[in-house]
């Protein structure tokens, strides 16, 4: 990475910008942050505060025709996702753009916004109606006019729900003339009852003290008629909102199938504008120049210089620098192939590497794939996440990035996931040995070169494990050696030989011991006393290092490493046993209901062998992050940086019909 700064003449500016902008080279800095007292800050072009509302009016028109547009639903919408229509545009001038987006508005969204209200209203109005037609529905079996409710010269009427029957019917019960009539609604659980009270108006106080008490009135001063009909009368009401519903609905998706894509790529080139004019807030200025400063990748550097030299006609004074981590704290970039890419969101999950940090998302990928499919170590799960992926990957990675990523990283999870099955002797568990090839208690015998295939886990853990532990030596001793080249890079030759270093001769001397004290190696005496001289070097290396014996702790803690990677055959196993479990009760099932046995084994396979698969897999994809986040990043990765984000164009819905500088 390098620090560029660009002292450019202000008759050139615009013309810098727009290379920038198009380029997407360098990453440029807010000024304001490099706190240089005698350098004025420019602002931000007027025109952007027009760009900012027309885009305001844009996306309220597009989230408008969004809504009312009709989107295909459940199966159909995951088997034929609908993408972006893309729009070639020529350049345009932003008095062009401004005049475009108002005759476009003009045209549409006086009505649009009318409808969009009247919406709401028609919204708000069933709701109300709704509400009126749940109380009305109660008052049928009541014979009175709704009108009456409330107070006249002789009498009042009240109306309403509540929890305490008994209450209102023992304080009432001295009062003379009173009709009340109840109906019992709610649950059992939660009664509640519904009251009309009709009493003659010189008991007034009491019944409007009760009433506040202990019922809950209704509102149905707008309604006339028995119930019965204002039932009727709120049906056609409601049946009439609906209709005009319908019909302003079905106006505004034709409106929107005209016009929603033209809104799109309006809206998406006044953007591209807006954010060209407005990043004049991030400079410097002088009475002439503009300054500008960012990060540019090293290798684009000499390129780069070139574009904006020739862009600005010689008018312009360019400098970079190597940056130093403190205080510059410069972007990282991390050049990753493509097939890789995918693999980035691991690491995005933990941290960005710092600028000085190795990259170690093809590692981090690599392993967490291999023990994932340790983990789940299934073929028969192993071709379902296989087959599920490639239909992803070659029906809708053109629907978005996101899918393209995941279904081509899980393609790799399916295939190692059904390539560990094989080898160990898994298909949905013992599914082919129990239903279909009972006489063999494998899926095939092989042996190559010695070694017997599949290995049964079950019945051999042993030589599961042993491999586990071989794998975690792999990817600690990679971590080590990724922290050998770190520090090299930084050259910090002090960590790199006694801290990262100390590890190698203490592995290969313990690792001799361990094999001739408890595994029965057999060495001479030139090899046991290398061991013992390669141990106490590591030792007193790392002892060094840490000043006394906390070395200890470094120690214990990475024999705690290794062997929290016996978690690999721990979750394959539990992964195989339960999908035997679930064999062993579909068998009793058919055996003991051998006609209906056979649908309801098929419904119980299905079901439970999916949910084994998603609760197995979640397992492990947690369990293969811990081991590349705890584990693999103690040994050499702290994170903390942050991306190269360059100012560059990003587009949608539109192309242009002249392409642009890569």
């Known amino acids: 990475m390098k620090k560029v700064s660009l002292i450019v003449h202000q008759n050139y500016v615009e013309n810098t910008i727009k290379t920038l902008h198009e380029t997407g080279l360098m990453e440029i800095i807010d000024i304001s942050k490099e706190k240089q007292e005698d350098l004025e800050q420019a602002s931000m072009h007027p025109d952007t505060n027009i760009c900012n509302t027309y885009e305001l009016r844009l996306s309220r028109l597009i989230d408008i025709f969004k809504k009312s547009k009709k989107q295909p639903r459940g199966l159909k919408a995951i088997l034929n996702p609908q993408l972006p229509k893309i729009k070639t545009v020529k350049e345009k001038s932003l008095e062009e753009l401004f005049s475009q987006a108002e005759s476009l508005l003009n045209k549409i969204e006086k009505n649009t916004l009318e409808n969009e209200q009247r919406l709401k209203e028609l919204d708000e109005q069933k709701q109300r109606i709704n509400q009126d037609f749940q109380i009305v529905k109660h008052l049928t079996n009541f014979s009175f006019d709704l009108s009456d409710i409330g107070e006249s010269t002789y009498t009042i009427i009240k109306a309403g729900k509540t929890t305490d029957l008994l209450s209102i019917q023992t304080e009432t019960a001295n009062i003379e003339n009173l ?14 009852w519904i009251l009309v009270l009709a009493v003659h108006i010189s008991e007034k106080e009491k019944i ?15 309604l006339t008629g028995s119930p019965a009909d204002a039932l009727k009368s709120l049906k056609k009401e409601i049946i009439s909102a609906e209709k005009e519903k319908i019909e302003i609905t079905s106006n505004l998706n034709d409106l929107s199938e005209k016009q929603l894509d033209d809104l799109l790529v309006l809206r998406e080139e006044i953007q591209l504008q807006r954010v060209k004019k407005e990043i ?18 090293e290798k684009k550097d000499d390129e780069f210089k070139n574009l904006v030299t020739s862009v600005s006609k010689d008018n312009i004074i360019y400098s970079s620098e190597k940056p130093s981590n403190n205080p510059d704290n410069p972007p990282t970039y991390l050049e990753t192939p493509k097939w890789a890419t995918s693999f980035a969101t691991i690491v995005d999950m933990f941290a960005t590497p710092k600028y000085d940090e190795i990259n170690p998302t093809i590692f981090v990928g690599i392993f967490f794939i291999l023990f994932f499919g340790f983990m789940l170590g299934d073929a028969g799960y192993g071709l379902v996440i296989l087959f599920i992926s490639l239909f992803g990957f070659l029906k809708l990675r053109k629907s978005s990035p996101f899918m393209k990523s995941w279904s081509f990283f899980g393609i ?40 017997s295939l599949p290995i049964d886990g079950l019945r051999n853990p042993v030589v599961l494990l042993t491999i586990a532990l071989i794998l975690a030596l792999i990817q600690l001793n990679v971590g080590i050696i990724l922290g050998l080249c ?4 930084r050259k910090d030759y002090k960590s790199m030989v006694m801290q990262n270093g100390s590890w190698i001769p203490m592995q290969l001397g313990g ?3 361990i094999g001739y004290f408890i595994l029965d190696w057999k060495l001479n005496a030139i090899m046991l006393y290398s061991a013992v001289i390669l141990t106490l070097l590591g030792v007193i290396l790392l002892f060094i290092y840490t000043r006394g014996p906390v070395g200890f702790f470094s120690i214990t803690g990475y024999v705690g490493d290794w062997l929290s990677y016996a978690r690999l055959i721990a979750l394959g196993l539990s992964t195989s046993g339960m999908a035997l479990a679930i064999n062993v009760v579909g068998e009793l099932i058919i055996d003991m209901v051998p006609i209906i046995g056979v649908v309801l084994f098929v419904v119980i396979m299905i079901l439970a062998h999916t949910a084994n698969l998603l609760m197995q897999s979640l397992g492990a994809a947690i369990h293969s992050l811990r081991l590349q986040y705890i584990e693999f990043f103690n040994r050499f990765y702290e994170g903390g940086g942050r991306k190269f984000t360059p100012f560059k164009i990003n587009r949608k819905y539109t192309k242009t019909a002249t392409k642009t500088i890569e």
Request: charged share 20%; proline share 3%.
């Open 179 to 192: 009709f009340l009539y109840s109906k019992q609604v709610g649950t059992k659980k939660k009664p509640e």
């Open 208 to 222: 409007e003290k009760i009433c506040r008490e202990k019922l809950v009135e209704f509102d149905l001063k707008h």
């Open 280 to 297: 004049s807030k991030n400079f410097g200025k002088t009475q002439s120049t503009y300054i500008i400063k960012g990060w540019v990748l």
């Open 412 to 451: 790799w999870l399916g295939l190692t996931t059904t390539i560990v099955g094989f080898l160990t002797n898994s298909f949905f568990g013992d599914f082919v040995q129990r239903f279909i090839n009972p006489d063999s208690p494998t899926l095939y015998n092989l042996t190559i070169m010695g070694v």
């Open 486 to 489: 770190q520090s090299y890079r």
């Open 511 to 513: 690792g001799m011991l």
